[in-house]
């Protein structure tokens, strides 16, 4: 029996042992080294900063360990679960790198990838990257990417998408199967036409398609229902559909740097009272018109609004949190007044106080031709008989008023002589009363 209990732990080590050999060397996964060690014979080829990688390299010691790689914490094996390589290639971004997908593939627990700034071109292989289906964060902005490839829209687990400032042309249609996608970074590319497939992304909070060259933006913002952040600026939109006033849970709109006129409702829509989330409104550098709605006032979230460098006029609202903004928000604007930018506005109208029509009604009574005439033949007539009262009944008043006209009289002929010779002088002297 005491033999039999040996065996048996003797068996139970050996299989430890053989366990660690197969997929352990010194805590990472050996296929999962492997393939790392495989990533960086790809770099050799291109160039890379050598001091990056340094750490990679055979008998190196446990491989989640290594620069730029992180493992998880479970008991059974430690699979990487984060590679980041970005700015790897620094002083070597003139060569492009074609990065195998195999190799990535091999990293099947793999929860961030981080590519950037690169000089990545394209893939070899591209279908080893759809194995990756545990992909929550795929970051590849500062390449020279000039197509969405298809796998990155297979991969159905990913939440953010990054692949900004790149040299992308079409707008990818197949974002709509995303339905997990959550953030989407396309700024800083060359895309002149949005997918319309994208409206279908329920799920997604950010979309930044900033600094391209959109011309229009599709209409049926209303499906976003979740969008809480749309970067728009810098494009050459002309026209903005009314249903981007339907996502109540906007909280970030930027359309700056356009070339919009005006919205199909309007300059600035009163609709957008109905983004109550939101909390910043950028539209400037723009080129609209007519006056911003009062109803603006009502978004009480509202903390940054932008408007300068457009054409707008009339009176800008310094009540609630419009009174919080700055000058420079509404400069280059000159037909623009109020408190805010210190001009007074030349319809008579207050700027911090709106006359109510009760108001107005009373105003134009006083202000009637009747009352106003009547006011003035009033005042002449008690002032005028007010004043020959005193005459007719004080002596001393009658007298001392005689002798004063005379003398104004006199000094008045004396100047005219001055000026014009040829009138002959007047003594005018006090006839004995």
């Not at 050598?50 to 446990?62: H, K, M, N, P, R």
Request: some cysteine; glycine content about 8%.
């Amino acid at each position: 029996m005491e033999g039999s209990c040996g065996a048996l732990v003797r068996i139970l080590i050996g299989c430890v042992f053989i366990r660690c050999c197969v997929f352990h060397v010194n805590g990472c996964v050996e296929e999962e080294r492997r393939a790392l060690l495989d990533i960086k014979l790809s770099l050799d080829s291109v160039g890379y900063n050598s001091t990056a990688l340094e750490d990679w390299v055979i008998g190196g010691g446990d491989c989640c360990n290594w620069t730029g790689v992180t493992c998880g914490n479970s008991s059974y094996q430690h699979n990487i679960i984060s590679i980041s390589l970005n700015y790897v290639r620094e002083g070597f971004i003139s060569e492009e790198w074609y990065p195998n997908g195999s190799h990535f593939g091999q990293f099947t627990e793999l929860d961030q990838l981080d590519l950037a700034f690169n000089s990545i071109a394209g893939w070899v292989d591209p279908q080893g990257f759809m194995i990756l289906q545990n992909l929550k964060s795929l970051l590849l902005a500062d390449n020279h990417i000039k197509r969405v490839d298809p796998w990155i829209s297979n991969i159905t687990s990913l939440q953010a998408i990054d692949l900004s400032s790149n040299m992308i042309e079409e707008f990818p249609s197949g974002f709509w199967g995303m339905q997990n996608l959550e953030y989407l970074h396309l700024g800083d590319n060359d895309i002149k036409r949005v997918h319309p497939s994208i409206l279908n992304n329920t799920s997604l909070q950010l979309l930044d398609l900033s600094s391209n060259m959109i011309k229009e933006f599709p209409s049926g913002f209303w499906g976003m229902q979740n969008l809480e952040y749309l970067h728009l600026g810098d494009n050459d939109i002309k026209r903005v559909h009314p249903s981007i006033s339907n996502n109540t849970s906007l909280q970030l709109l930027d359309l700056s740097s356009n070339m919009i006129k005006e919205f199909p409702s309007g300059s600035i829509p009163e609709s957008f009272q109905n983004l109550t989330s939101l909390e910043s409104l950028d539209l400037s550098f723009n080129n609209l018109s007519s006056e911003i709605p009062p109803q603006l006032a009502q978004l009480n979230a509202l903390s940054t609004f932008r408007v300068a460098y457009n054409n707008l006029s009339g009176i800008i609202p310094s009540n609630r949190q419009f009174s919080t903004f700055n000058a420079s928000d509404f400069e280059g604007n000159p037909n623009l007044c109020g408190l805010l930018v210190g001009r007074s506005c030349s319809n008579g109208t207050s700027e911090t106080h709106r006359i109510t029509d009760d108001e107005v009604d009373k105003q134009r009574v006083i202000d009637s031709p009747v009352i106003y005439y009547s006011f003035i033949g009033a005042s002449h007539a008690i002032g005028f008989w007010g004043v020959i009262a005193v005459i007719v009944f004080k002596y001393n008043w009658r007298n001392n008023h005689h002798f004063n006209m005379v003398n104004v009289l006199d000094s008045l002929v004396s100047n005219l002589a001055g000026q014009y010779p040829l009138c002959p002088q007047v003594n005018r002297g006090v006839r004995p009363i």
